[in-house]
T-cell receptor
Protein backbone atom coordinates (compact mmCIF):
# COMPACT_ATOMS: atom_id res chain seq x y z
CA UNK A 1 0.00 0.00 0.00
CA UNK A 2 1.61 3.24 -1.16
CA UNK A 3 2.11 5.90 1.45
CA UNK A 4 2.30 9.63 0.93
CA UNK A 5 4.67 10.38 -1.93
CA UNK A 6 6.53 13.63 -2.38
CA UNK A 7 8.73 14.93 -5.16
CA UNK A 8 11.44 15.92 -5.59
CA UNK A 9 13.36 14.52 -2.61
CA UNK A 10 16.06 17.15 -2.75
CA UNK A 11 16.24 20.54 -4.40
CA UNK A 12 18.79 23.35 -4.54
CA UNK A 13 17.57 26.78 -5.58
CA UNK A 14 19.02 30.28 -5.74
CA UNK A 15 17.61 33.22 -3.80
CA UNK A 16 14.77 34.88 -5.67
CA UNK A 17 13.80 31.78 -7.62
CA UNK A 18 10.50 29.96 -7.52
CA UNK A 19 9.93 26.35 -6.44
CA UNK A 20 7.07 23.86 -6.78
CA UNK A 21 6.82 20.84 -4.51
CA UNK A 22 4.43 17.98 -5.17
CA UNK A 23 2.53 15.54 -3.00
CA UNK A 24 0.28 12.56 -3.61
CA UNK A 25 -1.77 11.45 -0.60
CA UNK A 26 -2.53 7.94 0.52
CA UNK A 27 -5.28 6.41 -1.58
CA UNK A 28 -8.65 7.33 -0.07
CA UNK A 29 -7.29 10.31 1.84
CA UNK A 30 -8.93 13.58 0.85
CA UNK A 31 -7.02 15.98 3.08
CA UNK A 32 -3.49 17.18 2.43
CA UNK A 33 -1.48 19.41 4.75
CA UNK A 34 1.91 21.04 4.26
CA UNK A 35 4.46 21.62 7.00
CA UNK A 36 7.87 23.25 7.10
CA UNK A 37 10.53 21.83 9.40
CA UNK A 38 13.77 23.69 9.99
CA UNK A 39 16.66 21.98 11.71
CA UNK A 40 16.13 21.46 15.42
CA UNK A 41 12.46 22.47 15.38
CA UNK A 42 9.17 20.67 15.11
CA UNK A 43 7.17 20.93 11.87
CA UNK A 44 5.28 24.20 11.38
CA UNK A 45 1.88 24.20 9.71
CA UNK A 46 1.67 25.97 6.35
CA UNK A 47 -1.58 24.91 4.67
CA UNK A 48 -4.38 22.38 4.77
CA UNK A 49 -6.54 21.47 1.80
CA UNK A 50 -9.64 19.35 1.79
CA UNK A 51 -11.80 18.62 -1.22
CA UNK A 52 -9.70 21.12 -3.23
CA UNK A 53 -10.44 23.99 -0.88
CA UNK A 54 -8.07 25.71 1.51
CA UNK A 55 -9.24 24.93 5.04
CA UNK A 56 -6.37 26.32 7.04
CA UNK A 57 -3.34 28.54 6.68
CA UNK A 58 -0.44 28.99 9.04
CA UNK A 59 1.61 32.09 9.72
CA UNK A 60 3.54 32.16 6.46
CA UNK A 61 3.94 35.04 3.98
CA UNK A 62 1.98 35.31 0.75
CA UNK A 63 5.02 34.01 -1.11
CA UNK A 64 3.73 30.59 -0.08
CA UNK A 65 0.73 29.22 -1.95
CA UNK A 66 -0.75 25.82 -2.60
CA UNK A 67 -3.53 24.04 -4.37
CA UNK A 68 -5.19 20.65 -4.44
CA UNK A 69 -6.22 18.87 -7.61
CA UNK A 70 -9.33 16.73 -8.34
CA UNK A 71 -7.29 13.56 -7.66
CA UNK A 72 -6.41 15.03 -4.22
CA UNK A 73 -2.74 15.51 -5.05
CA UNK A 74 -1.30 18.86 -4.09
CA UNK A 75 1.36 21.39 -4.98
CA UNK A 76 3.15 23.85 -2.72
CA UNK A 77 4.60 26.88 -4.44
CA UNK A 78 7.11 29.30 -2.95
CA UNK A 79 8.04 32.49 -4.78
CA UNK A 80 11.01 34.81 -4.30
CA UNK A 81 12.96 32.27 -2.27
CA UNK A 82 14.93 33.45 0.74
CA UNK A 83 17.80 31.73 2.50
CA UNK A 84 15.46 31.20 5.45
CA UNK A 85 13.18 29.04 3.31
CA UNK A 86 15.77 26.28 3.47
CA UNK A 87 14.03 23.46 5.28
CA UNK A 88 12.42 20.04 5.03
CA UNK A 89 8.96 20.42 3.53
CA UNK A 90 6.57 17.74 4.64
CA UNK A 91 3.26 16.72 3.19
CA UNK A 92 0.75 14.86 5.36
CA UNK A 93 -2.48 13.22 4.36
CA UNK A 94 -5.48 12.21 6.42
CA UNK A 95 -8.90 10.80 5.75
CA UNK A 96 -10.79 13.97 6.58
CA UNK A 97 -10.34 17.39 8.10
CA UNK A 98 -11.80 16.09 11.34
CA UNK A 99 -9.41 13.18 11.55
CA UNK A 100 -9.07 13.43 15.31
CA UNK A 101 -7.41 10.13 15.71
CA UNK A 102 -8.37 7.70 13.04
CA UNK A 103 -5.03 7.04 11.45
CA UNK A 104 -3.70 10.45 12.29
CA UNK A 105 -1.69 12.50 9.84
CA UNK A 106 0.70 10.37 7.81
CA UNK A 107 3.76 12.14 6.48
CA UNK A 108 5.61 11.66 3.25
CA UNK A 109 9.39 11.43 3.17
CA UNK A 110 9.66 15.16 2.54
CA UNK A 111 11.46 17.48 0.15
CA UNK A 112 14.75 18.90 1.37
CA UNK A 113 14.99 22.44 -0.05
CA UNK A 114 18.27 24.30 0.09
CA UNK A 115 18.33 27.94 -0.94
CA UNK A 116 21.78 29.35 -1.76
CA UNK B 1 -1.08 31.22 20.44
CA UNK B 2 -1.35 27.47 20.62
CA UNK B 3 1.81 25.98 22.06
CA UNK B 4 3.13 22.52 22.71
CA UNK B 5 6.14 22.32 24.99
CA UNK B 6 8.65 19.51 25.25
CA UNK B 7 12.02 19.16 26.93
CA UNK B 8 14.52 19.12 24.09
CA UNK B 9 16.75 16.69 25.94
CA UNK B 10 18.80 14.83 25.14
CA UNK B 11 17.32 12.10 27.29
CA UNK B 12 19.66 9.16 27.77
CA UNK B 13 18.48 5.81 29.11
CA UNK B 14 20.21 2.42 29.28
CA UNK B 15 19.00 -0.39 27.06
CA UNK B 16 16.07 -2.22 28.66
CA UNK B 17 15.00 0.73 30.80
CA UNK B 18 11.78 2.76 30.60
CA UNK B 19 12.03 6.05 28.71
CA UNK B 20 9.56 8.72 29.77
CA UNK B 21 8.82 11.61 27.41
CA UNK B 22 6.63 14.51 28.44
CA UNK B 23 4.66 17.24 26.75
CA UNK B 24 2.41 20.08 27.90
CA UNK B 25 0.00 22.09 25.79
CA UNK B 26 -1.68 25.45 26.11
CA UNK B 27 -4.81 25.04 23.96
CA UNK B 28 -7.67 23.55 25.99
CA UNK B 29 -9.55 23.10 22.71
CA UNK B 30 -7.08 20.46 21.57
CA UNK B 31 -8.94 17.22 21.02
CA UNK B 32 -6.29 14.72 20.06
CA UNK B 33 -2.62 14.17 20.59
CA UNK B 34 -0.04 12.32 18.62
CA UNK B 35 3.47 11.07 19.17
CA UNK B 36 5.77 10.91 16.19
CA UNK B 37 9.22 9.38 16.00
CA UNK B 38 11.73 11.04 13.71
CA UNK B 39 15.09 9.55 12.87
CA UNK B 40 17.82 11.93 11.80
CA UNK B 41 17.26 13.07 8.22
CA UNK B 42 13.93 11.28 7.94
CA UNK B 43 10.30 12.36 8.12
CA UNK B 44 8.11 11.93 11.23
CA UNK B 45 6.51 8.50 11.72
CA UNK B 46 3.26 8.25 13.68
CA UNK B 47 3.62 5.86 16.61
CA UNK B 48 0.73 6.71 18.95
CA UNK B 49 -2.47 8.71 19.03
CA UNK B 50 -4.65 9.44 22.05
CA UNK B 51 -7.77 11.52 22.59
CA UNK B 52 -9.32 10.26 25.81
CA UNK B 53 -8.07 10.85 29.33
CA UNK B 54 -6.08 7.93 30.65
CA UNK B 55 -3.64 5.46 29.18
CA UNK B 56 -3.41 3.85 25.79
CA UNK B 57 -1.02 0.97 25.25
CA UNK B 58 0.41 -0.39 22.01
CA UNK B 59 3.20 -2.92 22.38
CA UNK B 60 6.11 -1.31 24.23
CA UNK B 61 4.52 2.15 23.97
CA UNK B 62 2.04 3.72 26.39
CA UNK B 63 0.58 7.17 25.81
CA UNK B 64 -0.99 9.01 28.72
CA UNK B 65 -3.31 12.02 28.53
CA UNK B 66 -4.47 14.27 31.34
CA UNK B 67 -6.66 17.03 29.91
CA UNK B 68 -7.18 18.72 33.29
CA UNK B 69 -3.42 19.18 33.65
CA UNK B 70 -2.92 19.67 29.88
CA UNK B 71 -0.26 17.01 29.94
CA UNK B 72 0.65 14.21 27.55
CA UNK B 73 3.34 11.61 28.00
CA UNK B 74 4.85 8.66 26.19
CA UNK B 75 6.45 5.72 27.98
CA UNK B 76 8.70 3.34 26.09
CA UNK B 77 9.29 0.09 27.93
CA UNK B 78 12.31 -2.16 27.35
CA UNK B 79 14.04 0.61 25.41
CA UNK B 80 16.18 -0.52 22.50
CA UNK B 81 19.02 1.27 20.70
CA UNK B 82 16.72 1.40 17.66
CA UNK B 83 14.41 3.67 19.70
CA UNK B 84 17.09 6.37 19.61
CA UNK B 85 15.42 9.22 17.74
CA UNK B 86 13.66 12.54 18.25
CA UNK B 87 10.12 12.19 19.57
CA UNK B 88 7.64 14.86 18.55
CA UNK B 89 4.46 15.58 20.47
CA UNK B 90 1.62 17.16 18.48
CA UNK B 91 -1.80 18.46 19.41
CA UNK B 92 -4.78 18.62 17.07
CA UNK B 93 -7.56 21.14 17.46
CA UNK B 94 -10.74 20.64 15.50
CA UNK B 95 -12.03 24.08 16.43
CA UNK B 96 -11.63 26.21 13.34
CA UNK B 97 -8.22 25.04 12.29
CA UNK B 98 -7.48 21.44 11.52
CA UNK B 99 -3.77 21.61 11.99
CA UNK B 100 -1.21 19.81 14.07
CA UNK B 101 0.78 21.95 16.49
CA UNK B 102 4.13 20.34 17.23
CA UNK B 103 6.58 20.68 20.06
CA UNK B 104 10.26 21.01 19.26
CA UNK B 105 10.85 17.36 20.02
CA UNK B 106 12.83 15.42 22.61
CA UNK B 107 15.96 13.61 21.50
CA UNK B 108 16.19 10.16 23.04
CA UNK B 109 19.40 8.14 23.18
CA UNK B 110 19.26 4.51 24.30
CA UNK B 111 22.69 3.38 25.45
CA UNK B 112 23.56 -0.29 24.78
Amino acid sequence: DAGVTQSPTHLIKTRGQHVTLRCSPISGHKSVSWYQQVLGQGPQFIFQYYEKEERGRGNFPDRFSARQFPNYSSELNVNALLLGDSALYLCASSTSIRDRGIGGHRFGSGTRLTVV
Amino acid sequence: QKEVEQNSGPLSVPEGAIASLNCTYSDRGSQSFFWYRQYSGKSPELIMSIYSNGDKEDGRFTAQLNKASQYVSLLIRDSQPSDSATYLCAGFSGAGSYQLTFGKGTKLSVIP
